[in-house]
């Protein structure tokens, strides 16, 4: 494994809903694609037939990534550097990979920054950072692809939040508040941009097991909170990175075809019931 990256094994087995060749001849540009989340995203959409290109800051971990997408899939896809607080640095890449491809028909916002601090101990600057790269990165890459490729071609564009904000969460001031700003992003574009063919929506994932942003919690492992967690979540489980690729897979699909300015929360019914505020201010 490629130095700081976290992807894990590849899916042994996969349960198709969909056909295979959903997306076949489609591209999708996924950020923050080398680990977690948007690592499964882009597996999940490369067994479907779609090329890929994944980016983000660290471009040891998305190249090996993206070698071992290629293999498990037998797909094609294109690692990038790109830190996504960085315009010149969206350009380029949003660039490179229309010199590869041809085509960007979807674009996955799901690069994020996050840590577990309370508001008071919060600095203007680590409050900034959270926006910038959440919300700014989220508006900043949209816009990219937009004037680029789907102003005249159309597309599919999904953006991950979280599902922080419904309630409010303690130590995730910062988070909440950029994932809240991705959300109403989300519908203004989604109607300004409907005329294009652009279609715009969020997945909103409740917390999902094995990922870098939960393992951040280990001390709350120790704590017993994972297990607090399932026990708050309708659904009797955490969740996976399955099921927001599913999410995002629906999204960008001809299922999804009339969904615009939505945010799918998939969660497990998790925001309806969740108190972990209690626990978090334990850690
Ligand atoms: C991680 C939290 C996970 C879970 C949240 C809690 C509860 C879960 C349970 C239920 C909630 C209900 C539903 C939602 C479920 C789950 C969680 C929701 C969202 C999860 C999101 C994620 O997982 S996002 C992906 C996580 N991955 C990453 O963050 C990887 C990328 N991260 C980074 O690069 C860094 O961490 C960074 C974001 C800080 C950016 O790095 P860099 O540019 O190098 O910035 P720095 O110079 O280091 O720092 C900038 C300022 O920020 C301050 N800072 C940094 N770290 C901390 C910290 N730990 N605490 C406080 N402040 C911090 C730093 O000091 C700088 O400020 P100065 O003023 O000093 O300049
Ligand atoms: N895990 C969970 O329980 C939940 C996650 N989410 C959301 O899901 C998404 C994925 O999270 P998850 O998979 O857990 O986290 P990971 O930390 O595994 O993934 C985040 C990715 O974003 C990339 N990234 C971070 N900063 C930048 C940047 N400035 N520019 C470009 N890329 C960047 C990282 O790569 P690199 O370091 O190479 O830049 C990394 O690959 C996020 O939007 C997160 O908020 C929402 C709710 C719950």
Request: aromatic share 6%; hydrophobic share 40%.
């Amino acid at each position: 494994m490629a130095e700081g990256g976290d992807f894990d094994v590849c899916l042994q087995t996969y349960q198709y809903i969909y056909r295979r060749d959903l997306l076949k001849g489609k591209v999708a540009f996924i950020t923050g694609g080398g680990s977690g989340i948007g690592f499964r995203i882009a597996e999940v959409f490369m067994r479907h037939q779609c090329s890929v290109v994944i980016a983000s800051r660290n471009l040891e971990k998305v190249k090996a990534a993206a070698a071992k997408l290629e293999k498990a899939t037998g797909g094609k896809c294109l690692a990038l550097p790109m830190d996504v607080r960085k315009a010149d640095q969206i350009l380029a890449a949003v660039d490179a990979a229309l010199s590869h491809f041809n085509r960007i028909d979807i674009l996955v916002n799901n690069a994020a920054g996050n840590f577990l601090c309370p508001a008071s101990k919060l600095s203007f600057n680590a409050f900034k950072t959270v926006m910038e790269i959440d919300a700014h990165g989220s508006f900043n890459c949209s816009k990219a692809v937009f004037d680029k490729y789907m102003k005249d071609h159309g597309g599919s564009i999904v953006n991950i939040t979280a599902t922080l904000h419904h309630r409010g969460v303690a130590l995730q001031t910062h988070a909440g508040s950029a994932k809240a700003a991705i959300d109403a992003m989300t519908r203004h574009l989604a109607v300004e941009w409907g005329q294009h063919g652009i279609r715009i929506n969020c997945v909103a994932p409740g917390p999902i097991d094995d990922t870098e942003g939960m393992r951040r919690l280990g001390g709350a492992k120790q704590t017993g909170s994972m297990e607090i967690l399932r026990r708050e979540i309708p659904a009797g489980r955490l969740g996976t990175k399955e099921d927001i690729a599913n999410g995002a897979l629906y999204l960008v699909s001809p299922a999804g075809s009339f969904v615009t300015g939505t945010n799918l929360i998939v969660d497990g019914g998790h925001w309806l019931t969740q108190n972990i505020t209690a626990m978090l201010g334990k850690l």
